[in-house]
């Protein structure tokens, strides 16, 4: 399935993002600066403490980060294979935060997370944000890991599900 197909937010409310106390600082703070550059009404807020995420958000429109993967400036298929082994290591209901620049990436990461919703085995993953940022909504102070100037940064939030 082309990703282009897909839509870019599965939920209609935005997501109150909370980040595990378990990432470290230089993690906390680039999941931070790269979700502030998505659009308004995608993320409602960002939280650092875990304890302050309230049950009834956590069990309607919140997630907890408990991982990054940075993929920025690494060509197909390095950032689905780094986002499969980052996902090893995430208990069910935990999120993962994918950043990258390759278009690839997007029909990549989208389909890999389709094909497992539909096969039939224990693990299910939600992808529940897919969206692309371009230069003009990327603050001129942001710099990334290569200092090369990216078009397009392109946003995944996945949460792995138990399908059964």
Not at 23 to 52: E, W
Not at 57 to 80: E, F, Q, S, W, Y
Not at 89 to 95: E, R
């Amino acid at each position: 399935m082309n990703a282009d197909n897909c839509s870019n937010s599965i939920s209609s409310q935005p997501y109150l993002v909370c980040l595990a106390p378990t990432l470290v600082a230089s993690d906390k703070d680039m999941i931070v600066t790269n979700l502030r550059l998505l659009p308004a009404g995608y993320i409602s807020d960002i939280q650092s403490d875990t304890a302050s995420l309230s049950t009834e958000r956590a069990h309607n429109n919140g997630v907890t980060i408990k991982a990054i993967v940075d993929g920025r400036g690494l060509a197909c298929p390095m950032p689905l294979l780094k986002t499969k082994v980052a996902l090893r290591n995430l208990a069910i209901g935990d999120s993962l935060y994918v950043i990258a620049t390759d278009p690839n990436s997007r029909a990549d990461i989208t389909a890999f997370c389709q094909h497992t919703q539909q096969a039939n085995n224990a693990l299910g993953l939600q992808l529940i944000l897919n969206k692309s940022t371009t230069d003009q909504t990327m603050p001129a102070s942001i710099e990334t890991k290569t200092s090369a100037s990216f078009d397009t940064i392109f946003h995944f939030i996945i949460t792995k599900t138990d399908s059964n």
